[in-house]
């Protein structure tokens, strides 16, 4: 609906919003759903179908609208897989740094063993597994565990082992946030806890295996005890996971919850008596966003995050996405400031000279008074000098009235000369200021010597404007009118000037459009102007 009404994907402002939304669909597509380039153009037809009724526009810019968003699928699709390229390097090198920060053989331990975590804040201990990852403070799991063999456990056995379960959330060796026993398997999700009793100088946590040890031991003597059985009760393998988000935190939490009734164990008003359920909105505001796991996430630098944007098209809240997918987070801040790094190379590379007036009071500010629309190349005008401006290099004067058009709106600045207590002055250049005054500027060999001359305030002066050259710049400023028109009637109404530059020797038009012209399009775009210029209908 928003490209039917002419906001076209771009790289600024509500354009930007619809090249974050479509290019965010177009990840999501090709990386998740494997989907190939042109999958998106196709969600055009449903959308026109449902809503065209109600937005006709729908209709009438539908080849435009699916037009547009081809290129940007083709667009992005060309840079996309290189720029996932980038990303994946850079996570493997995240990846690598922790590894490199192990003991040779971590990996292979076969026993808890404990150090300082290169992700942790400082004093935080972590517990060393055999899965070769760290256990991250205050990190949040994902726990499974199942019966040997896949033996189902009676009711009062799967009673016993909720009450080991909650026993251990009691005692503060975790903080229980779901548990569900199944008859074969067990789910968990918590957080373990600091033990109780380590030195003020380090925190030490509940690892996973003295925490699964603890249950699956204590549970299997006291089953087989009941039951006046011998043997193993639970496999040695689990399963155990890092909640990486709020959203994988919540999605986990509904899983346990509604695992026994999608297992068909739930009786007829939907309760299975072996799950424990602790408040989802504390495990909403515990998940992710707690102050505890400042420290832990691994950090996607912003100097990538900018590469990223800058050179492969990524905006930064798909590369959070990405990131969160991951469980890292991006430096925003080191994003922001790359960011600002290039708003200045692009203020230096367009940076103007500030023009600053010789003299002060209100007459030196006063507006110059414009004539010129209407001139030909005998046309005069008699004027008086009110202020000479300098700068570092150039010398301008500025007079009451003038027929000099002063640069603006893309066309530059007319030139000429004046005649100056009987002294021809040749004035190169016209400029206006934020006062309104237009400034003549001086050839650069009268700077050196301009005693030579009077420019004093109130001094007579005669102008003449370069009336051919006048002639050029308007001709481009004509064709630019009818470029637009045409590109327009060939293109859609969508197409938007953006600026242009318009001088004696060429015209450059900057127009909005999703994609480049095709040599055809701008053969028909060069006919319709040239037969409105062989109209030779006056311009008004």
């Given at each position: 609906c928003a490209i039917a009404d002419g906001i076209m994907p771009g790289n600024a402002d509500r354009n930007y919003v619809i090249r974050r939304i479509l290019r965010r669909g177009i990840m999501y597509g090709r990386k998740n759903l494997g989907l190939k380039t042109g999958f998106f153009e196709q969600l055009v037809a449903p959308v026109v179908e449902s809503l065209g009724d109600v937005f006709p526009e729908l209709k009438t810019q539908r080849v435009m609208i699916e037009r547009?968003?081809?290129?940007?699928?083709?667009?992005?699709?060309?840079?996309?897989?290189?720029?996932?390229?980038?990303?994946?390097?850079?996570?493997?090198?995240?990846s690598s740094t922790l590894r490199s920060n192990l003991s040779p053989g971590s990996a292979r331990v076969p026993r808890a063993a404990s150090g300082v975590s290169p992700d942790a804040p400082q004093n935080i201990r972590y517990s060393k597994r055999r899965l070769p990852h760290?256990?991250?403070?205050?990190?949040?799991?994902?726990?499974?565990?199942?019966?040997?063999?896949?033996?189902?456990?009676?009711?009062?056995?799967?009673?016993?082992?909720?009450?080991?379960?909650?026993?251990?959330?009691?005692?503060?060796?975790?903080?229980?946030?779901?548990?569900?026993?199944?008859?074969?398997?067990?789910?968990?999700?918590?957080?373990?806890?600091?033990?109780?009793?380590?030195?003020?100088?380090?925190?030490?946590?509940?690892?996973?295996?003295?925490?699964?040890?603890?249950?699956?031991?204590?549970?299997?003597?006291?089953?087989?005890?009941?039951?006046?059985?011998?043997?193993?009760?639970?496999?040695?393998?689990?399963?155990?996971?890092?909640?990486?988000?709020?959203?994988?935190?919540?999605?986990?939490?509904?899983?346990?919850a509604d695992n026994p009734r999608n297992s068909g164990l739930a009786d007829v008003d939907g309760a299975y008596p072996f799950v424990w359920l602790g408040e989802p909105e504390?495990?909403?505001?515990?998940?992710?966003?707690?102050?505890?796991?400042?420290?832990?996430?691994?950090?996607?630098?912003?100097?990538?995050?900018?590469?990223?944007?800058?050179?492969?098209?990524?905006?930064?809240?798909?590369?959070?996405?990405?990131?969160?997918?991951?469980?890292?987070?991006?430096?925003?801040?080191?994003?922001e400031a790359e960011m600002e790094k290039q708003r200045e190379r692009a203020r230096a590379a367009r940076k103007t000279e500030v023009i600053l007036g010789a003299t002060e009071g209100a007459a030196a500010v006063a507006a110059t008074k414009f004539e010129g629309y209407s001139i030909d190349p005998t046309t005069t005008f008699h004027a008086h000098v009110t202020d000479v401006v300098k700068t570092e290099k150039d010398t301008f004067l500025v007079f009451?009235?003038?027929?000099?058009?002063?640069?603006?709106?893309?066309?530059?600045?007319?030139?000429?000369?004046?005649?100056?207590?009987?002294?021809?002055?040749?004035?190169?250049?016209?400029?206006?200021?934020?006062?309104?005054?237009?400034?003549?500027?001086?050839?650069?060999?009268?700077?050196?010597?301009?005693?030579?001359?009077?420019?004093?305030?109130?001094?007579?002066?005669?102008?003449?404007?370069?009336?051919?050259?006048?002639?050029?710049?308007?001709?481009?400023?004509?064709?630019?009118?009818?470029?637009?028109?045409?590109?327009?009637?060939?293109?859609?109404t969508h197409v938007r000037q953006f600026g242009t530059h318009k001088t004696p020797d060429r015209l450059r038009f900057d127009f909005t459009h999703f994609e480049a012209l095709t040599a055809a399009q701008i053969k028909e775009c060069e006919q319709l102007i040239n037969e409105k210029v062989i109209d030779n209908a006056k311009v008004e």
């Amino acid at each position: 609906c928003a490209i039917a009404d002419g906001i076209m994907p771009g790289n600024a402002d509500r354009n930007y919003v619809i090249r974050r939304i479509l290019r965010r669909g177009i990840m999501y597509g090709r990386k998740n759903l494997g989907l190939k380039t042109g999958f998106f153009e196709q969600l055009v037809a449903p959308v026109v179908e449902s809503l065209g009724d109600v937005f006709p526009e729908l209709k009438t810019q539908r080849v435009m609208i699916e037009r547009a968003i081809r290129a940007e699928e083709e667009s992005f699709g060309k840079t996309l897989d290189r720029g996932l390229a980038v990303f994946t390097d850079e996570v493997a090198k995240l990846s690598s740094t922790l590894r490199s920060n192990l003991s040779p053989g971590s990996a292979r331990v076969p026993r808890a063993a404990s150090g300082v975590s290169p992700d942790a804040p400082q004093n935080i201990r972590y517990s060393k597994r055999r899965l070769p990852h760290f256990e991250r403070p205050w990190g949040k799991y994902h726990l499974a565990f199942s019966t040997h063999e896949r033996r189902p456990l009676a009711p009062e056995a799967r009673q016993l082992v909720l009450d080991a379960i909650l026993h251990g959330h009691r005692e503060g060796r975790y903080h229980l946030y779901a548990a569900a026993v199944l008859p074969d398997h067990v789910h968990l999700l918590l957080e373990p806890q600091p033990k109780s009793g380590a030195p003020a100088a380090q925190t030490e946590f509940h690892s996973l295996t003295e925490i699964l040890h603890s249950l699956k031991s204590f549970t299997a003597h006291a089953i087989n005890k009941a039951s006046g059985a011998s043997g193993s009760v639970w496999e040695k393998e689990s399963f155990d996971r890092l909640i990486r988000s709020e959203s994988d935190l919540v999605e986990k939490f509904n899983y346990i919850a509604d695992n026994p009734r999608n297992s068909g164990l739930a009786d007829v008003d939907g309760a299975y008596p072996f799950v424990w359920l602790g408040e989802p909105e504390a495990a909403r505001r515990d998940a992710g966003q707690s102050p505890r796991d400042a420290g832990a996430p691994q950090i996607v630098p912003g100097h990538i995050a900018f590469l990223l944007y800058d050179t492969y098209g990524f905006p930064l809240d798909m590369t959070q996405l990405l990131a969160a997918e991951r469980g890292l987070t991006v430096d925003v801040a080191g994003f922001e400031a790359e960011m600002e790094k290039q708003r200045e190379r692009a203020r230096a590379a367009r940076k103007t000279e500030v023009i600053l007036g010789a003299t002060e009071g209100a007459a030196a500010v006063a507006a110059t008074k414009f004539e010129g629309y209407s001139i030909d190349p005998t046309t005069t005008f008699h004027a008086h000098v009110t202020d000479v401006v300098k700068t570092e290099k150039d010398t301008f004067l500025v007079f009451d009235t003038t027929p000099f058009y002063a640069e603006m709106g893309g066309q530059v600045g007319d030139s000429g000369h004046a005649l100056i207590g009987g002294h021809k002055v040749d004035l190169v250049d016209c400029i206006r200021d934020k006062s309104g005054r237009h400034l003549h500027k001086l050839v650069p060999a009268l700077n050196s010597q301009p005693s030579t001359l009077n420019f004093a305030a109130g001094t007579a002066a005669t102008l003449h404007v370069d009336y051919a050259r006048r002639r050029a710049i308007s001709r481009h400023h004509s064709a630019a009118h009818l470029v637009h028109w045409a590109l327009r009637k060939i293109l859609g109404t969508h197409v938007r000037q953006f600026g242009t530059h318009k001088t004696p020797d060429r015209l450059r038009f900057d127009f909005t459009h999703f994609e480049a012209l095709t040599a055809a399009q701008i053969k028909e775009c060069e006919q319709l102007i040239n037969e409105k210029v062989i109209d030779n209908a006056k311009v008004e």
